[in-house]
């Protein structure tokens, strides 16, 4: 108990706080290019002259992208270290970015965008993930779960940039430039992130991995406090003994359950349905009988209820613990859910019922999936496997997301809203009962003790 309480006594917060803000800023990027395409599309498409299909592809061409970066992260990331790929991943973004705004035919566009995404599917994984290996036990959830306050702040910063922009000059000047500058925009948060991250350390875990445990030493002394630190090497060393790290080690009893429990909650995070409400939250609102502007308000509350909510989940994690933050949220969404289905079905949908049950759903989303699954998805396995077993369950979530971002479209004029909500619903009711009889709470232990928890269910 002592030595827990020296440690706490001992940890540098300041330092590690700053550097997790550095690395976080990668979800930054991610909010802000997921969501401007949502101002852009008006423009483009009368600009390219688009079908139904291109606007689809306008719109889920980034996902591609992140799904191939994401499938890479782990190799690359455990070849040439954590520092190293998100620096490349910066520079993917800015080219991507920058090829979005200027190009004079729509595939150009689309490559620019897959090629954004490859940056995008590369950050989404290893800044969690490098948040996770550099931080204190006892604040890992809060530090890791800032990645996901910077995208929820990404996707509400744009809502505005894009609204400025479009205000700036008339429809056509809108049709020819509002779009171009809408994309060019994201330069400056993608400049911003690439320098700083030259001054952030690299992982001491991957260090240790790589056999450079006195490099690690300095970093996790300035964490940690001397004692502490050298302590923490030692651990880190002997999470390493004798594994080799290939993916055929995930297949194995224990670590199996790992990746279960991985991939499932990165897929039950998209398919309880929180892009299709964010992605297309305006077409909602006007199904339920709001106008254009009283569309386009509400979806700005949708993003500020986000945005509070993930700022108190930052507050919750590391106190009330993950587990229990994914059975309050889960268990509320599908509550949600299954009423925006039952107005929808009887016809209730004017006044606040819609309105306020897709605000409680975002709010419950932004306190547990959203930035849980994230954080446990960057602490759950094991030190030698971590950088391609994140990769396989972060690739996993881009899919779903792809997925749902295709089919809900189609769902909604097919079986209708009512239905289409309600197959969310039974979903976050299922996110509910796999959280509460496979999920463990990880909450206060060190990356190496978690490891033990599936090492004991191995034996």
């Given amino acids: 108990m002592d030595k827990q ?78 520092k190293k790929v998100l620096i490349a991943a910066a520079l993917l973004f800015i080219i991507g970015t920058l090829g979005s705004a200027i190009p004079s035919t729509f595939s150009g566009y689309i490559i620019a965008r897959m090629i954004g995404g490859l940056g995008i599917g590369i950050t989404s994984t290893l800044c969690p993930l490098y948040n996770a290996e550099i931080a204190p036990a006892k604040y890992r959830g809060r530090l890791v779960a800032l990645n996901q306050l910077a995208v929820v702040t990404g996707i509400f910063v744009v809502y505005f940039v894009n609204m400025g922009i479009a205000g700036m000059g008339d429809h056509a000047w809108g049709v020819d430039n509002a779009w171009r500058w809408m994309f060019g925009v994201g330069v400056i948060p993608g400049v911003l992130f690439l320098v700083l991250l030259f001054f ?61 429990v991985g991939v499932m909650l990165a897929v039950l995070q998209q398919v309880t349905g929180i892009n299709a409400v964010m992605y297309y939250a305006p077409e909602i609102f006007k199904q339920a009988g709001a106008g254009t502007n009283g569309a386009l308000v509400q979806t700005i509350m949708v993003g500020f209820i986000n945005f509070i909510f993930t700022i108190l989940a930052l507050w919750l994690i590391d106190r009330v613990g993950r587990k229990a933050l994914l059975l309050i949220g889960s268990s509320l969404m599908a509550v949600c859910l299954l009423v925006i289905g039952f107005a929808f079905q009887t016809g209730h949908t004017s006044g606040l019922l819609i309105l306020i049950s897709i605000l409680v759903y975002v709010a419950a989303f932004a306190i547990s999936l959203g930035p849980v699954v994230w954080v446990i998805m960057s602490e759950i396995f094991p030190n030698h496997i971590r950088g391609k077993a994140t990769a396989i369950a972060s690739m996993m979530l881009w899919l779903a997301d792809y997925v749902v971002s295709q089919s809900f479209p189609p769902l909604l004029s097919s079986a209708g809203p009512a239905i289409t909500f309600w197959i969310f619903g039974v979903l976050a009711l299922f996110t509910f009962l796999f959280t509460w009889r496979v999920v463990p709470e990880t909450k206060g232990k060190s990356l190496e003790q978690i490891e033990e928890i599936w090492s004991a269910k191995q034996a």
């Fill in 200 to 260: 952030v350390p690299e992982s001491p875990r991957w260090l240790i991995t790589q056999g450079r445990p006195a490099d690690s030493l300095p970093i996790l002394v300035k964490i940690h406090g001397e004692e502490l630190a050298r302590q923490e090497v030692l651990d880190i060393k002997e999470s390493f003994k004798e594994k080799q790290g290939s993916l055929r080690d995930l297949f194995k009893p224990g670590l199996r359950l790992a990746l279960i």
């Fill in 5 to 82: 309480h020296g440690e706490h006594n001992q940890i540098n917060m300041k330092y590690v706080t700053l550097v997790s803000i550095v690395a976080a800023l990668g979800g930054l990027l991610f909010g802000f290019d997921t969501a401007v395409v949502s101002g852009a599309i008006g423009f483009m498409k009368e600009k390219f002259g688009l079908n139904e299909f291109q606007v689809g592809w306008a719109v889920s061409s980034l996902i591609v992208g992140c799904i191939l970066g994401a499938a890479l992260t782990g190799i690359i990331a455990d070849k040439f270290g954590r």
